[in-house]
């Protein structure tokens, strides 16, 4: 069953080194098919030899997804059928049997209808029939927040869309609905007829229909796929290695940042590769102010164009597209959260303070929640607004909305600690800057795939002393020193987030040396 956000998968079969699975499309295929098509190819027809092993990060995932799902369904409150310990054909016949009998609630059960395989967490009776759900330990909608509702989320929809479907050829559903039960606790409904909107029309069960055929072609081998880099979920996954030594061979465009799956098709029939792109006219591809890419202005084509081209030079330097204004402080901050989604707390707020821009007067200042309650979480947020207030007048410097994002949310939850405005005064880009929204991307180039702090501070000679340093990482340790109280594996952590503090630090020094060139 799908217990977890990376979604199990259903057995694989080998045959002479390759994998297989049959040929029913299935909900964790649809799941996988939303962030990249070639995950699904690679699951089916990929070589074993060269899958990555599963890090420990997905693996706590997975462990988490279980657990929670078990805490659920303990505490149901309500009758229900329990299928979770039969497979297969057995599994089968015993969900037809209890939907037969009219039971309430199923947990646990299989469906398959033509060449569909479903095996959702509930199905649930709904007048003359039934609907589906999923129960998900993260949270049932996308972009919810305290300024408005969020939005379903599509891998999520298109599991429920193809128990639906089954559903239907069952002559069983009874409208074409599901729903999640998520990490809140909440409800969250899923119509699949409802209109995106006036001005679109389309409905998530589209999607789905669009969704579904895609795999099936790439199921019987119809369609073929390619890899495409995406720096937020590439790194996560078991083909990785295998993908990035594909794509470095093909020279693929998607390794140009901001030049994702959805361009290169666009851009592919008449630019193949990173050095085509480089060697291009721009303006031959340009006719009355539009570009001959759909999607794609004049602006992002030369945008692009210039990447290609520092990417593709012997010595590619980074460089500033437009002059960039920074504060000028004695005191600056650079500051670096670190937060478990699964449990929702924010563990660590993590500073290394400069003086004078003198690096060797830099000191690492952290303020570390020791346990996962609410009153630790609530006391090292406390203590961390209140070293940042005694360092006023300062600079503040961090790398992504992120850290702005979680001080609003722990301002809500503790709302005697500070007010909403003390918040927005923090922030202020006058004295707080995003590196990374507000001056690598609208002002900088990069000879990089992609423009990460852990890319970009490497790239300027900057090291972890981890050796597998990630933000997914710091949460895996976070719950090993949760389960074990280990003050190795506490210090891990901080050490961690003192690097990626200093990393932040290191970029700006570098940025603020970089050289204008207004045009290439």
Not at 253 to 277: A, Y
Request: hydrophobic share 35%; aromatic share 10%.
């Amino acid at each position: 069953m799908p217990n977890n956000p990376f979604e199990t998968r259903e057995p694989h079969l080998v045959e002479n080194g390759r994998t297989r699975t049959q040929s029913l499309i299935t909900a964790s295929m649809l799941y996988d098919l939303v962030g990249c098509p070639h995950r699904v190819t690679m699951d089916l027809f990929g070589n074993t030899a060269e899958r990555d092993n599963v890090s420990p990060f997905v693996q706590l995932l997975w462990d988490r997804g279980t657990v929670f799902e078990e805490q659920v369904v303990a505490n149901i409150g309500e009758p229900f059928v329990d299928l979770s310990k039969y497979a297969g054909v057995e599994n089968e016949q015993r969900t037809l049997e209890a939907m037969n009998r009219g039971e309430p609630l199923i947990y646990g059960g299989r469906i398959t209808a033509s060449d569909l395989l479903g095996v959702p967490d509930l199905l649930r009776k709904d007048g003359a029939g039934y609907i589906a759900g999923d129960i998900k330990s993260g949270a049932g909608e996308e972009g919810a927040s305290d300024e408005g509702e969020g939005k379903p989320k599509k891998h999520y929809a298109m599991q429920l869309a193809l128990y639906t479907d089954i559903l239907e050829q069952l002559g069983r559903s009874t409208g074409r609905r599901g729903f999640i039960w998520d990490i809140h606790g909440k409800e969250v409904p899923y119509d699949f007829m409802v209109m995106y909107g006036v001005k679109n029309p389309r409905r998530l069960w589209d999607d789905y229909q669009e969704c579904l055929g895609e795999a099936r072609d790439i199921a019987s081998r119809v369609a073929e796929t390619l890899p495409a880099y995406s720096s937020g979920t590439c790194k996560n996954c078991v083909w990785y290695t295998a993908c990035i030594k594909s794509l470095e061979a093909a020279n693929d465009l998607t390794l140009i940042p901001e030049l994702g799956r959805s361009k290169r098709e666009v851009m592919i029939g008449r630019i193949g590769s990173i050095r085509e792109l480089a060697e291009i006219n721009p303006a031959d591809f340009i006719t009355k102010g539009k570009t001959v890419f759909a999607g794609i202005g004049p602006p992002t084509l030369e945008k692009l164009h210039a990447r290609a081209k520092l990417l593709t030079a012997e010595n590619g330097k980074p460089y500033l597209r437009a002059p960039v204004a920074l504060p000028v402080a004695d005191i600056e901050l650079f500051f670096d959260i670190e937060v478990d989604p699964m449990r929702d707390v924010c563990y660590l707020h993590g500073f290394v303070e400069r003086r004078g821009g003198a690096n060797e007067s830099e000191r690492f200042v952290a303020f570390f929640a020791d346990a996962t309650t609410p009153a630790a979480e609530e006391r090292a947020f406390a203590e961390a607004w209140h070293y940042m207030q005694a360092a006023q007048p300062c600079a503040i410097y961090y790398y992504s909305k992120y850290e702005r994002t979680i001080y609003r949310k722990l301002r809500q939850k503790y709302p005697h600690v500070c007010t909403e405005a003390e918040i927005e005064e923090l922030f202020d880009p006058t004295r707080s800057v995003d590196l990374y929204f507000d001056v690598v991307l609208k002002a900088t180039e990069w000879p990089t795939r992609d423009f990460s702090i852990k890319t970009l501070a490497k790239h300027l000679g900057f090291t972890w002393r981890d050796s597998h340093p990630s933000g997914a990482a710091s949460i895996e340790w976070f719950h090993r020193w949760v389960e074990t109280g280990d003050p190795a594996t506490r210090q891990r952590i901080l050490d961690y987030n003192e690097d990626d503090c200093r990393a932040t630090r290191v970029l700006l020094d570098a940025i603020r040396r970089l050289p204008i060139e207004l045009q290439r």
